[in-house]
């Protein structure tokens, strides 16, 4: 394992990801940064035909540019009743450009007609870790639930799924949930906290001054 960590770049332009990634590694005492603010400004792109593939891809791509810890992210709903649809292409399933409110839209209307009983989904997260030297770590979240027939609640920009995903156990839609109660249970809590755990295990992070 390589010297300890006191910076990890979130290999994503997406300010949704990089708040909850904060707030679920708020007291590690590492200093949590966006690409951008890295001085990455390259997107990589999402070739890859799963979300351990796209994850790796990214977090490799960005870790390489900077020279830092990095960690990227692949996540998606896979729909029961549309064969598992839209999966990898979850953020642009509805079109190049797609706003969160256009995605809502498209993805209700693709299951209009389907009932209750059959609206079951499932998100999944891939977290990948990468060294400065190239090494990899891919840490897996699944949470599974439900389809509402509208969205519900209010969510965090580029995360818009969250509206109308309702976790198995649960009548509220992760948009209508206290934080901390999404990050308990959702897909990319239990992802990261996976990460988290191998982080401590692994003393790769500066101890932290309470």
């Not at 960590?5 to 966006?34: C, D």
């Not at 809502?104 to 693709?110: H, M, R």
């Not at 599974?144 to 509220?172: C, M, Q």
């Not at 901390?180 to 897909?187: D, E, F, G, Y």
Request: proline residues 4%.
């Amino acid at each position: 394992m390589e010297s300890p960590m006191k910076q990890l770049i979130l290999a994503t332009h997406n300010t949704g990801k990089l708040a909850e990634l904060r707030q679920m590694l708020a007291n590690l005492g590492i200093e949590v940064m966006s690409a951008t603010e890295a001085g990455v400004t390259q997107e990589p792109e999402e070739t890859g035909e799963t979300f351990k593939a796209n994850a790796l891809m990214k977090a490799q791509e960005i870790a390489k540019a900077c020279g830092h810890w990095c960690v990227a992210d692949d996540s998606g709903i896979c729909i029961e009743a549309l064969g598992g649809r839209p999966g990898v292409y979850t953020a642009r399933w509805a079109g190049e450009g797609a706003s969160d409110e256009q995605l809502i839209a498209y993805t209700l209307e693709q299951m209009k007609e389907v009932p209750e009983g059959k609206r079951g989904a499932q998100f999944v997260c891939c977290a990948a870790l990468v060294s400065p030297d190239g090494e990899s770590w891919v840490f897996e979240g699944i949470v599974e639930g439900k389809l509402a027939t509208e969205s519900r609640g209010v969510s965090r920009a580029k995360l818009p799924y969250d509206s109308v995903f309702i976790p198995e156990g649960y009548h509220l839609t992760f948009a209508e949930m206290d934080e901390a109660l999404k990050h308990t249970m959702s897909h990319r809590g239990r992802a990261f906290q996976k990460l988290k755990t191998f982080l401590v295990s692994e003393e790769v992070f500066p101890q932290h001054q309470s």
